[in-house]
């Protein structure tokens, strides 16, 4: 059941399009927008998943992916830290 609300403003002329690309498909106004903006949603979740890269490219990531780390003495030194949940309790 459909219980969340999306409110929003449109021009006439932006709306009378909708209702009419609707109708053409047999759509009531709220389905149309609703399946088209989840479309979009979907296809700009997609875009920062996947990306593609041309041969030279591909071998040019996976070598940067392969390559050991660089030396970071910032991280090295983060690493030694013990969390506060892990820090050993004294007795005073």
């Known amino acids: 059941m459909r219980d969340a609300a999306i ?6 002329e932006q709306r009378d399009l909708i209702d009419h690309a609707a109708h053409l498909l047999g759509k009531n106004r709220s389905d149309f927008m609703l399946e088209a903006a989840c479309d979009r949603a979907q296809s700009v979740v997609l875009e920062q998943l996947f990306f593609s890269l041309d041969a030279d490219k591909f071998r040019q990531f996976t070598t940067l992916l392969d390559a050991p780390p660089a030396h970071n003495p910032g991280l090295e030194r983060l690493l030694t830290v013990n969390a506060p949940w892990e820090a050993e309790i004294t007795k005073a």
């Open 7 to 12: 409110n929003l403003r449109a021009l006439p």
